[in-house]
């Protein structure tokens, strides 16, 4: 049996529209308040795009960041893997898109739909495909413009939610780099699919005007349901991993959940026994970008002097479906 070889973050970028949507702005548009929405969200504010910009135009950003920083051609780029629940279209993959406008000639990819935990089963992904040696520099992307499927009249939904992209570079390690990646667990629970979804716009439920007169194609959630199971699975996810790694909170140096709620990040940390300072929060600034949260807060904690070549690093995420997934790592980027 061919053995394994290691796969390492060589690279990280993102990228958030600079339009900004505040708690404030919400107040003029819906019936809430800052201090409800800091309450039970912790988010200040989000970025969103303007009209005409699409999902594929942010992953391009955050790709470019990542070629820039790593000094790549386009052309070296061999897989790109991009998690979206906002594709451009439902076909072509945007995927392709970004193949195409980034100039990744003779590169090949496609799309993950996996929701909040989007990013972590694409990053995995893309660490599959340099394990086994089939590719050497892959592209893990999460992107996701919440905004074109958020009804801006449904106080629940659209306090919550932004938009934002990042990606990160997976190639191979030397032989005795200890920065790889190391294990990962996913799941899925299809029989929450119904507590947050896109009711219309599928095979189901085509488009007509019924649908959009109902307000289908937005995104829909029972907020109770989807906070219980994200509270319980994000913790338990993680302290499996940890513990079949023989390890436990006071080993991890960064702790990078997905960001779609504060309070379901703490509930995690305090279960794993891992202080405030080793989780990684930047929710209020971003709000919940979906598939962008987890890069979105690694560049966040580079940024801070928090995240630093050789950290361990665990990765969780909750999402419709519901999936879930959890990551460990040591960092290898500079």
Excluded at 90 to 97: D, E, S, V
Excluded at 120 to 135: C, M, R, S
Excluded at 194 to 200: E, I, T, Y
Excluded at 282 to 308: H, Q, V
Aim: hydrophobic share 45%.
């Amino acid at each position: 049996m061919k053995k394994l070889c290691g796969a390492k973050v060589t690279a990280l970028g993102t990228y958030v529209p600079p339009r900004l949507l505040t708690n404030a702005d919400l107040e003029k548009m819906v019936e809430t308040t800052d201090e409800w929405i800091l309450a039970r969200t912790g988010i200040s504010q989000r970025h969103i795009v303007d009209k005409g910009m699409a999902t594929s135009a942010m992953a391009v950003e955050a790709v470019r960041v990542v070629l820039e920083k790593h000094g790549l051609l386009p052309t070296q780029i061999e897989a790109i893997i991009l998690a979206t629940v906002t594709p451009d279209m439902l076909f072509p993959a945007t995927a392709c898109l970004v193949q195409d406008r980034i100039g990744a000639k003779g590169a090949w990819g496609f799309d993950v739909s996996a929701a909040c935990s989007g990013f972590l089963y694409a990053l995995q992904t893309a660490v599959q495909f340099v394990q086994t040696g089939a590719h050497k520099r892959v592209l893990a992307v999460g992107s996701d413009t919440m905004s074109s499927i958020i009804n801006y009249e449904d106080r629940a939904t659209c306090v919550i939610f932004g938009d934002g992209a990042g990606a990160v570079l997976i190639e191979p390690a030397a032989e005795n780099d200890p920065n790889v990646f190391m294990d990962f667990i996913h799941e899925i629970d299809g029989s929450g699919g119904c507590a947050l979804n896109m009711p219309a716009g599928g095979s189901r439920m085509p488009a007509s005007h019924e649908t959009v007169d109902k307000k289908m194609h937005f995104v829909h959630q029972d907020g109770q349901a989807v906070f219980k199971y994200a509270v319980r699975k994000m913790a338990e996810v993680s302290e499996t991993l940890l513990l079949r790694n023989g390890l436990s909170g006071k080993d991890i140096d960064l702790f990078v959940p997905h960001q779609a709620n504060r309070r379901i990040i703490m509930s995690a940390a305090e279960r794993l026994h891992l202080p405030e300072e080793k989780v990684v929060i930047n929710i209020g600034e971003f709000g919940n970008t979906t598939a962008a949260t987890i890069p979105l807060a690694l560049e966040s904690a580079r940024l801070d002097g928090r995240l630093k070549k050789g950290d361990l690093i665990l990765l969780a995420s909750v999402g419709a479906g519901f999936t879930v997934g959890a990551t460990l790592l040591r960092w290898g980027a500079d």
